[in-house]
Nanobody, 127 residues
């Protein structure tokens, strides 16, 4: 059974930075895709960023492009989300998500296409 364990959330002022980590355990092979979604109160869960493990190709939501950077540690099946120039609208619970099996119909921005999720970590950006 795969477990995704997140860390790194917290409270920061606007313009500040945070780094989130997510480690996958329970599998000996690498994920197909692994990344982050977020959900603010009263809103749907939305895509933030993801990485295709084999190619290291990264994808970002327009709202975070240029401010957030996703990277991976292949040896430890871990992803890191460096979040800079944070804005109050970045406030949300951030969820790590992963898919380990290949599918030709995979849409990286669709939360339903990921089959493993972390418990979530709160990020609060004050103005």
């Amino acid at each position: 059974q795969v477990q995704l364990v997140e860390s790194g959330g917290g409270l920061v002022q606007a313009g500040g930075f945070l780094k989130l980590s997510c480690a996958a355990s329970g599998r000996t092979f690498s994920p197909y895709y692994m990344g982050w979604f977020r959900q603010a109160p009263g809103k749907e869960r939305e895509f933030v960023s993801t990485i295709r493990w084999s190619s290291r190709s990264t994808y970002y939501a327009d709202s975070v492009k240029g401010r957030f950077t996703l990277s991976r540690d292949n040896a430890n099946n871990t992803v890191y989300l460096q979040m800079n120039s944070l804005k109050p609208e970045d406030t949300a619970v951030y969820y790590c998500a992963a898919r380990f099996s290949y599918t030709s119909r995979f849409n990286y921005y669709n939360p339903s296409d990921y089959n493993y999720w972390g418990q979530g970590t709160q990020v609060t950006v004050s103005s």
